[in-house]
């Protein structure tokens, strides 16, 4: 991932991420660790920050009790044609097809019964999937009940996440793998971004006898910079993820790194 953006958007021309980052002000950042082996899951909270939209970093976890839904317990082709896409390149038009065929009720529902978390929406401006109420401890809580979990469906999806492209996953599958000493093709990540607001990210490395992950929420207030660098960028992914990494990206990894160094200890 790029974090300059000199050759990308000539709104933020010659600024690069840290110069960037000095010019506006800190992001409330949440951090939690996890851990699974055969003992069972564990999370645990290492920084605290107020609860956020989710953007897409829940969708793996959507389509995780999706594929039990009555729309999809006799279609395995069907759950696997829009989780794939929604996972691998964060196929918003995929997810609302979940929540369509499936129903919010059902959906939140379901999630909470598996991992203990309670799900709600908040406002308005984007599909309701995208904006779930999520802290970084309720996110690796909720995803280490997922890492745990031997079935089908949660296999595929966590070998789904270790094929997002590199371009969305900030470079946090780098960082995991520096962490915990494995290949980066064994580190599974999801990413939610939106407005240069927000920025998320899920990492889980599948190790010989366990699964370590973190969870790392971002928020930032509006700023008029990001905003424009944001419009600027509209209509082409690459360059709208290149903003949120020169914005965020720094910030992620830092904060990914700690999650996993407390999660190797869990």
Known sequence: M?????MILPHLSRVGSAKLYGMIAPPKV?????AVDLEGARSSEVASAPRVRCASVVKPLLFWVGADADAFVGDRGAWEGIA????????????AALWSRVGERHLLADLEDRTGVAWTT??????????LMV????????????????GEAAKDLRRWMRDVEVGQTFGVRAVASDVVGAAEASIGVKCGWFGAERVHAVALAELQDRIVGGAVT???LADPVRGAACREAAGDSAALVAVHDALAGDVIRAAMRRAL???ADL
């Open 84 to 95: 794939r896409p929604a996972v691998t390149t964060s196929d918003n038009d995929a997810t």
């Open 2 to 6: 790029v974090s300059d953006t000199t």
């Open 135 to 150: 802290t970084a401890a309720e996110l690796a809580r909720a995803y280490a009940a997922f890492a745990f979990d031997g």
């Open 122 to 131: 908040d406002g308005h401006g984007e599909h309701p999937s995208l904006r």
């Open 218 to 220: 971002t928020s930032w």
């Open 30 to 34: 949440g951090i939690a660790a996890f």
């Open 261 to 263: 160094l407390v999660a």
